[in-house]
C-alpha cells in the first residue's frame, strides 16, 4: 500500500524558515519523482517543486529561490526547506507521486505564515 506522511508545517513568522518531510512507503522510492504541492483556501492546488531521483530539484515560479528539495533514499523520506516565509506561502502543502499509472497524495501539513 503506497502511503506518503507529511510532517513539520507550523506557525511561522514572516521571513521564517520551515522544513517539511515526507515519509513514503510500499513503492520503490528511488524510482519515482517526488511532488510538493500546496493549496491555500480558495484557491488550487498548485505544484510548489519537483525533487528528482537524483535529488535535483525543479522549483516552482510562486517559490522560486526559496525553496531546496532533498531526499534522504535511505530513509524513503524527500524534504522540503523554506526560507523568507511570506503570508501568501500560507496553505496546506502536499506530498504527491505518481506510481503505477496512480496519483497519491499525503494527508498535507498545515503552513502558516503570520506575524
Known amino acids: 500500500q503506497v502511503q506518503l506522511v507529511e510532517s513539520g508545517g507550523g506557525l511561522v513568522q514572516p521571513g521564517g524558515s520551515l522544513r517539511l518531510s515526507c515519509a513514503a512507503s510500499?513503492?520503490?522510492?528511488?524510482?519515482?519523482?517526488m511532488n510538493w504541492y500546496r493549496q491555500a483556501p480558495g484557491k488550487e492546488r498548485e505544484l510548489v517543486a519537483t525533487?528528482?531521483?537524483?535529488?535535483?530539484?525543479t522549483e516552482k515560479n510562486p517559490v522560486k529561490g526559496r525553496v531546496t528539495g532533498s531526499r534522504d533514499n535511505a530513509s524513503n523520506t524527500v524534504y522540503l526547506q523554506m526560507t523568507n516565509l511570506k503570508s501568501e506561502d500560507t496553505a496546506v502543502y502536499y506530498c504527491?507521486?505518481?506510481?503505477?499509472?496512480?496519483?497519491?497524495w499525503g494527508q498535507g501539513t498545515q503552513v502558516t505564515v503570520s506575524s
Open positions: 504527491q507521486v505518481l506510481q503505477g499509472g496512480r496519483i497519491v
Open positions: 510500499g513503492f520503490v522510492f528511488t524510482w519515482y519523482d
Open positions: 525533487i528528482h531521483p537524483d535529488g535535483s530539484t
